[in-house]
């Protein structure tokens, strides 16, 4: 693995770089630049990322680091100062909340904040609540063509908020709301990745089938369940799941 504040080296195709290219600049030409931290911890997404906007001379964005791990980005982030951070809300250390937690001074700098948009596969809605309670501008999901990504990072560093289609809607309803529910003190001492595994598990699915959708190992999610059970003091999955079904986690 590379070092997390190396950015990898592009190696995208012509016509998603070009696309990308076009993007910065109908959102204002060369004139513009914008510094970029990656913070996933799939290291063949964040190479791709960087092949797709991290062709700076045509999108006028540069990616000044990475990080695979809460600690990593912390280090990075407060290394490098970039204006933008693409942060993952699954990742080893805590989650990308986490991060947001550690990097608030960072985000409250009147002169030079860091501001945050969450890329992730997850579309879930106490994901996507949960790090803008955190602070991050946005919230855009890891469909999103290098284009779109390109003009996201554009408008999140002039302080927009950028969502993908309908997850802006779990924003408002979870804010405008009168009777939103507090925060849960159960569900907030698992990490994002219990929660997704937590999840998955509630809607009926197979060990394997969460590996193969998560992209880890069986024991691994053997051992966010084990996690999970103790955590919340729960015998079996069962339990687990009438507990998921009456929080409207499934």
């Keep these: 693995m590379s070092e997390p504040n190396e950015p990898t080296g592009p190696n995208g195709t012509a016509g998603q770089t070009d696309r990308a290219a076009e993007s910065a600049q109908s959102t204002g030409g060369a004139g513009r630049h914008v510094r970029v931290v990656l913070v996933d911890d799939h290291r063949m997404f964040r190479t791709g990322v960087q092949a797709e906007i991290g062709q700076t001379e045509q999108t006028c964005v540069e990616v000044v680091g990475e990080a695979a791990d809460v600690d990593q980005a912390v280090t990075v982030i407060t290394a490098t100062r970039p204006e933008v951070v693409l942060l993952d809300v699954h990742l080893p250390g805590g989650g990308g909340v986490e991060v947001l937690r550690r990097c608030a001074p960072l985000m409250g700098d009147t ?5 945050f948009l969450a890329l992730s596969v997850s ?4 994901d996507v609540i949960g790090v803008i309670r955190g602070g991050a501008r946005g919230y855009v999901t890891k469909t999103i063509t290098g284009t779109d990504l390109v003009d996201s990072v554009f408008r999140v560093q002039e302080g927009d908020a950028v969502f993908s289609p309908r997850l802006a809607g ?10 939103a529910p507090p925060l849960d003190e159960d569900l907030d001492r698992l990490t994002q990745r219990e929660r997704e595994v937590l999840r998955l598990i509630a809607r ?3 060990y394997k089938e969460i590996a193969k959708q998560l992209f880890i190992s069986v024991k691994t999610v053997e051992s966010h369940v084990s996690a999970v059970l103790r955590k919340l003091q729960l015998s079996n999955r069962h339990e687990l799941t009438r507990w ?3 929080r409207r986690l499934v």
């Design 123 to 126: 579309d879930a809605a106490e």
């Design 170 to 179: 779990f924003v408002l309803d979870a804010f405008a709301s009168t009777d």
């Design 244 to 246: 998921a079904t009456a």
């Design 111 to 115: 002169e030079r904040p860091v501001r």
């Design 204 to 206: 009926g699915y197979a």
